[in-house]
């Protein structure tokens, strides 16, 4: 059964930093672009960052250039996403979700309709 599973949530004071995981189970994530999504209570769900399966495409929300850094862990079955210089307004619960893409692939996109595979979400809270 293909999983998605991230980690790496919590509460930050603002300014501070987070790495969120997305570990893949039951796939290669070789095959597939991943994307970092977002979403706060009362809002649509964004995209923040995503990555191509390549691990050469990178593509950021304006709202978080600069501050955060998606990348892909040397066993290939993780992906990461490095958020400093958190803000109140990043407050949301994160997931991520996989797109199956040509192998080595450019391809990538922050938006949620080409992704089939979705985890279950951790909670970021910013707040002093």
């Known amino acids: 059964q293909p999983q998605l599973v991230e980690s790496g949530g919590g509460l930050v004071q603002p300014g501070g930093s987070l790495r969120l995981s997305c570990a893949a189970s039951?796939?290669?994530?070789?095959?597939?672009?991943i994307g970092w999504f977002r979403q706060a209570p009362g809002k649509e769900r964004e995209g923040v960052s995503c990555i191509s399966s390549s691990g050469g495409s990178t593509n950021y929300a304006d709202s978080v250039k600069g501050r955060f850094t998606i990348s892909r862990g040397h066993a290939k079955n993780t992906v990461y996403l490095q958020m400093n210089s958190l803000k109140p307004e990043d407050t949301a619960v994160y997931y991520c979700a996989a797109s199956r893409t040509a192998h080595y692939s450019s391809w990538l996109s922050l938006l949620s309709d080409p992704y089939t595979h979705w985890g279950q979400g951790t909670q970021v809270t910013v707040s002093s």
């Open positions: 039951g796939f290669t994530l070789g095959y597939y672009a």
